[in-house]
């Protein structure tokens, strides 16, 4: 599957050249766009979820924010009910395994 840029939530393909402003919404799930779930530098591993430094600290990472280094990031979407957490991986590996 292509990389693209999309909806944080939905996975509606975003085809404008650039990125999205604040005020700018997925026409189809009506979540906010400029967000840092969307963002290149977003990392949930780093402080404070952001690996550009000279960013202010975003307590609410799926709401629109005024982040001056906002970069819109491509990627394959995966769907909700397949981005499964590490957890639950191992847990039905672990189940296979053991015949459950």
Known sequence: MALTKHC????????????????????TCG????VCLNCVSYDR????????????PVAEKHLANYCEYFDMIRREYVPPAEDRSREDKARDTLKKLLGD
């Open 45 to 56: 591993t780093v402080a404070y979820q952001c690996r550009d430094r000279r960013a202010d």
């Open 8 to 27: 944080w939530k939905c996975g509606t393909e975003y085809k404008l050249p650039g990125g999205p402003g604040r005020s700018e919404s997925c026409h």
């Open 31 to 34: 979540s906010d766009l400029k």
